[in-house]
């Protein structure tokens, strides 16, 4: 299955924020948006993004500040600096704190787009693992077939979505919001019903056939696949 590149907008202003994320998501990638420097590290910790677009000038902390911090933190994907400043001294401090490239406002949607490509062909492509197995669950995902002890196990698409996302994750609670964001590219708190109908449907397939249910409700959280035949509840 190919890779979908993500984003992470990191922009206080909301109609630059709004037109990038038209852009981008018309443009094929998934898009997530923060409004502050603060929520923008929260997210940039909890997923993992292909390319970060950081303003300069949030309200609650400097762009250059969230640089820094997110490659002290360990940070490897390309970070793209949106700025109104154009000195060299800005410039220079800038690549001193780990930004890859920058753009100064006003800028074009294609001039920014191509200066993603660029970056994104600069970092080495991770070997893709289409195989994934959890106990006697396999699912491959260069021909998006699923088996459990030999069974074949049909799947529509967004519920072979939702249980890689589970395999790739497995052994750990995920979010209802962490599901729609990988398998409809959303995190729109209304469509969380959306999930518990697709994971019932994935229960009637992966797990009533069989004696032991891998797919478990972890209670305030959300859902776990696991071998184990308890999960504790989660506060």
Not at 75 to 86: D, N, R
Request: with cysteine; charged share 25%; proline share 4%.
């Amino acid at each position: 299955m190919n890779h979908v590149t993500r984003i992470l907008v990191i922009e206080d202003e909301p109609g630059i924020a709004l037109a990038l994320y038209k852009a981008l998501r018309e443009a094929a990638y998934h898009v997530d948006t923060a409004k502050t420097g603060t929520s923008g590290l929260r997210k940039a910790a909890a997923k993992k993004f292909d390319i970060i677009l950081l303003d300069l000038g949030l309200p609650d902390m400097s762009g250059l500040t969230i640089c820094r911090q997110l490659r002290d933190e360990g940070l490897k994907a390309p970070i793209i600096i949106l700025t109104a400043e154009s000195s060299v001294r800005t410039k220079v401090s800038l690549f001193d704190a780990g930004a890859n490239d920058y753009v100064t406002k006003p800028f074009s949607v294609e001039e920014l787009q191509a200066r993603i490509r660029a970056c994104l062909r600069q970092v080495p492509k991770e070997p893709l693992q289409p195989r994934l197995v959890v106990g006697e669950l396999t699912l491959n995902s260069a021909n998006r077939t699923v088996e459990r002890g030999g069974l074949a196990i049909p799947l529509r698409r967004k519920e072979f979505s939702i249980l890689e996302y589970m395999m790739q994750h497995a052994g750990t609670a995920v979010t209802r919001a962490s599901l729609l964001q990988y398998a409809w590219d959303s995190n729109e708190e209304g469509w969380t019903n959306t999930i518990d109908v697709h994971i019932k449907h994935l229960r009637d397939k992966v797990d009533r056939p069989f004696a032991i249910n891998l797919i478990k409700t972890v209670h305030g959280v959300g859902y776990k696949l696991d071998v184990s035949n308890t999960v504790a509840k989660i506060p």
